[in-house]
């Protein structure tokens, strides 16, 4: 087949979209748009390689509208009149218009009427940011919808529903994937399912059958064809692991440039989510209180870095890797936390005092719920001392303060002043 396998294994109807369900999942909004056959033009932003292309052709296919496909870029305002032309002869056309950032005026000026009369219904692609690179004359004439990259979940089933697909797929090759090979491929394209398709292809087409004619894709072919080093190659994934602790101890040690090595090494394996994830664990459960703003700030680099992807991501991911690494420690917050949690997975809690339970009903009163309670903000300082723990533990402590920042010698003052 002289196709590539990502162009063969785009779907033909919303039905069988891999992802995006924000938008093309039942009752969302493309999805409506289609089955009411009231589609609109649009733009879909995001990164490569996630559905932008797909949408647009499963669009088509639901609709059995007639399909084009242009690069605002390369192709010219004589390709556009040419659309133009058939949809005038006959009634709608959908145009993918790929870069649509990239539309210069004459092409922009060309276009505009006939999204207004609707005979094209453009959807453009763009990895810009819309309101930021698209004229808002094309903007304002446009839905606007953000893409996500995929999961490894979601890639992994359209790689799988490729490796079957005997009449568009590799369904025709004995082909036999590794495990570790299907999951690297499924993780180290950051959720780029052509990158996927293209590097699987690739390894189906050059590796030679063995003695049962059977092509065994192993781990090492797919690295190769991905021209990128799974993190480990230990077949249980214990040093995989270990990078993983290593980032995280190395900043809860304050080591920079140990924390900045192994950020390295997740990244150029692809681990986009487990750094993410793994930062703001640390953030909060190393760091902690003692720089609460440094945590914020983390949490703000992490969606900064699913926004952007890689290689951006890398930036802000760092910018947080560095200040974590180089702030006052404290874990106060987390021994506080499992000490109560550990209390109550072993029976001890108790009945909440009646002065604290609810009394926003008729009979309360009665019961004796809520009538002693001291409303804080009727005393000086808005402060009054009164029993919060049930009877069983009411002189129990959890948290104890680390004064080893400002943040948290603040705490401790306050602590000290409500625990007399």
């Not at 692609?125 to 490894?152: M, V």
């Not at 690297?184 to 087409?205: C, F, I, K, Y």
């Not at 533990?393 to 625990?419: D, H, I, M, R, V």
Request: proline share 5%; hydrophobic share 40%; aromatic share 6%.
């Amino acid at each position: 087949m002289s196709q590539p396998l990502a162009y063969r294994m785009r779907p033909t109807s919303i039905d069988t979209l891999v992802g995006q369900e924000h938008l093309v999942g039942e009752g969302k909004i493309i999805w409506r748009m289609v089955e009411a056959k009231r589609l609109s033009s649009m733009i879909l932003y995001g990164p490569p390689g996630i559905g932008k292309t797909s949408i647009a052709s499963a669009i088509a296919g639901s609709t059995k509208y007639a399909f084009r496909m242009l690069n605002a870029a390369t192709d010219t305002k004589k390709d556009l009149q040419i659309v133009a032309e058939e949809a005038k002869m006959s009634g709608t056309v959908i145009l993918l218009l790929d870069e649509v950032h990239r539309l210069d005026k004459p092409k922009q000026d060309f276009l505009l009427p006939h999204l207004e009369n609707g005979r094209i219904i453009m959807i453009g692609a763009t990895t810009e940011n819309p309101y930021i690179s698209i004229h808002p004359a094309i903007r304002s004439r446009s839905q606007i919808f953000e893409l996500y990259p995929l999961t490894e979940s979601q890639i992994q089933s359209a790689l799988l529903r490729a490796i079957d697909d005997t009449e568009k797929g590799l369904g025709h090759l004995k082909l036999k994937v590794e495990e570790q090979a299907l999951k690297h491929l499924s993780r180290g394209t950051n959720g780029d399912l052509r990158s996927a398709l293209n590097a699987l292809e690739l390894a189906a087409e050059s590796t030679k059958p063995i003695a049962d004619k059977m092509i065994h894709i192993t781990l090492p072919v797919i690295e190769e064809c991905l021209q990128r080093k799974v993190l480990t190659h230990d077949k249980d994934g214990d040093a995989h692991y270990d990078v993983i602790s290593a980032f995280q101890k190395s900043i809860r040690g304050s080591d920079v440039h140990g924390a900045l090595h192994y950020l390295a090494r997740l990244l150029e394996a692809g681990e986009l989510q487990i750094v993410c994830r793994r930062l703001m664990v640390t953030a909060y459960e190393d760091i902690g209180l003692a720089n609460p703003a440094g945590s914020a700030r983390a949490v703000t680099a992490v969606q900064a870095a699913e926004k952007l992807g890689l290689p951006e991501a890398r930036i802000p991911l760092a910018n947080a890797v560095i200040e974590l690494s180089l702030s006052q420690k404290s874990n106060s917050a987390i021994i506080a936390v499992d000490k109560a949690l550990s209390d109550v997975r072993n029976g001890k809690s108790g009945q909440v005092p009646n002065h604290l339970k609810d009394s926003h009903y008729k009979g309360a009163k009665d019961l004796d719920r809520g009538v002693s309670y001291k409303y804080p903000h009727n005393f000086p300082g808005s402060w009054v001392s009164q029993q919060y723990l049930p009877d069983t533990l009411k002189s129990e402590t959890y948290y104890l303060p680390n004064p080893s920042s400002k943040f948290e010698e603040a705490l401790a003052k306050q602590y000290e002043k409500f625990n007399l």
